[in-house]
């Protein structure tokens, strides 16, 4: 429902201790006037075994809680649930003390963000905030996080921006892989992918709220997901693609204020990647870029979009009604002849109010 805000996560109390369950075996023996000695020989245990199991240096094992059973008249299964109370106490008081450890690492991540958009809790505590966001990038560690993202195999690495700030441009990767998990896709077929291509170049007349569902649903029976997701602060890219899985491809787009041409002109960029790229590459587009898979990415789109064939009629244009006219003629939106115009002209200013200004945030 508009408006309301997303419901937190409520944690319950967690002790900064763990209690051996030799304490309340030593409350026992006490209670019975058993004494450790005897306890011992009771058992069958040695002496040593009985103290190292009252100071939690030594646990209780199924066999040692069937003994303490038939000695203490304790069920045997309390013994084992104090037991593995007290190791899975310790086991969080341990991983406690690790995230704290990396609360230098949360510092880089747009963690701000992040909450405001809902995808992690608002947390006052700074070792289940890095918890959070350790869950929500699906690592265990920083160092892990790190093997994965600052990999220098990724074609990211290319990026002035990855390099700069890694943690908010892997966190809008991110966000789209996990837009893209819920998007059921067929498996990915090449030939029906660029025959899908076809179909949405002549959606690129329709408004947002038409042509959204229906490009996706196109995409996904060609076995590619498309996500969109709103750009983080300083993290300038039009889009992304990466293989998921080896059937299943993402698109990633972001269009939050961006002009219908370069939002039309970045997905059919990445579709290039789809298409001709390699599986294992991250690929990331930048405006201007020298790389020449981009350079070949641009020429597809440019090409795909509006034939080359048409950039000198396109130069001469003089009217509005001249580009809705070609536009007609080409089956696009006359934004993005407009678009075509500036770009091959440098008229920035010009024919401008033909195209459109897409301004949503993620599409649902």
Same mark, same amino acid.
């Given at each position: 429902?508009? =408006?309301?805000p ?9 002790? +900064?201790y763990? &209690? ?6 030593s409350?026992?023996?006490? +209670? ?9 020989? #009771?058992t =069958?245990l ?7 199991i009252l100071?939690g240096e030594?646990?209780?094992?199924f ?8 000695v ?8 084992? @649930?104090?037991?593995m ?6 086991s969080?008081?341990e991983?406690k003390?690790?995230?704290? !450890? ?5 510092k880089?991540?747009?963690?701000r963000?992040?909450?405001?958009r !809902?995808?992690?809790p608002?947390?006052? +505590?700074?070792?289940?905030l890095?918890r959070?966001t ?7 560690s %920083?160092?892990a ?17 990855f390099?700069?700030r890694p =943690?908010?441009?892997? %966190?809008?990767?991110r966000?789209g ?6 998007? $059921? *896709?067929k498996t990915?077929?090449k030939e029906?992918f660029f025959? &899908?291509?076809k179909?949405?170049?002549d ?7 038409a ?5 996706r649903?196109? *995409?996904?029976?060609?076995g590619v ?11 300038p890219? @039009? !889009?992304?693609?990466?293989?998921i ?19 039309w002109?970045?997905?059919?960029h990445?579709?290039?990647? &789809?298409?001709? !790229? ?6 990331? %587009? ?9 350079? #070949?990415?641009?020429?597809f789109a440019?090409?795909?979009?509006i034939?080359?064939?048409y950039?000198?009629?396109i130069?001469?244009? $003089?009217s +509005? ?14 934004g993005?002849v407009? =678009? ?10 010009r ?12 599409a649902e």
């Amino acid at each position: 429902m508009a =408006g309301v805000p997303t419901p937190k996560k409520r944690y319950t109390y967690e002790p +900064d201790y763990a &209690v051996p369950p030799g304490r309340t075996l030593s409350e026992v023996i006490a +209670d019975q006037n058993i004494s450790q000695k005897e306890l011992a020989t #009771r058992t =069958g245990l040695t002496e040593q075994t009985i103290i190292r199991i009252l100071k939690g240096e030594q646990p209780i094992t199924f066999q040692t809680a069937n003994k303490l059973e038939l000695v203490t008249g304790v069920p045997a299964r309390m013994w084992n @649930n104090l037991e593995m109370q007290y190791r899975e106490q310790l086991s969080k008081l341990e991983e406690k003390r690790e995230l704290e !450890g990396q609360i230098e690492w949360v510092k880089t991540i747009p963690t701000r963000d992040l909450i405001a958009r !809902g995808v992690i809790p608002e947390c006052d +505590d700074k070792g289940q905030l890095v918890r959070e966001t350790l869950e929500f990038y699906g690592v265990s560690s %920083a160092t892990a996080w790190s093997n994965i993202w600052e990999n220098p195999k990724v074609a990211a690495r290319r990026s002035d921006c990855f390099e700069t700030r890694p =943690g908010a441009a892997s %966190a809008w990767i991110r966000l789209g892989e996990l837009q893209a998990r819920e998007i $059921t *896709c067929k498996t990915y077929s090449k030939e029906r992918f660029f025959g &899908v291509l076809k179909q949405i170049r002549d959606l690129t007349t329709e408004a947002p709220e038409a042509f959204i569902s229906r490009m996706r649903m196109l *995409c996904a029976e060609a076995g590619v997901a498309v996500a969109i997701i709103k750009r983080f602060d300083k993290v300038p890219w @039009n !889009g992304a693609t990466k293989w998921i899985s080896p059937n299943k491809a993402l698109i990633l787009l972001s269009a939050r204020g961006k002009a219908e041409d370069l939002f039309w002109f970045s997905f059919f960029h990445e579709a290039y990647h &789809v298409l001709y !790229g390699k599986k294992s590459q991250l690929y990331i %587009a930048e405006e201007n870029s020298t790389d020449p898979e981009e350079q #070949r990415a641009d020429a597809f789109a440019a090409d795909f979009l509006i034939p080359k064939r048409y950039d000198r009629q396109i130069r001469n244009l $003089t009217s +509005d009604s001249e580009v809705i006219e070609l536009a007609n003629i080409l089956g696009v939106s006359p934004g993005i002849v407009a =678009g075509r115009y500036r770009h091959l002209t440098r008229k920035w200013h010009r024919i401008k109010e033909l195209t459109r200004m897409f301004d949503w945030e993620e599409a649902e």
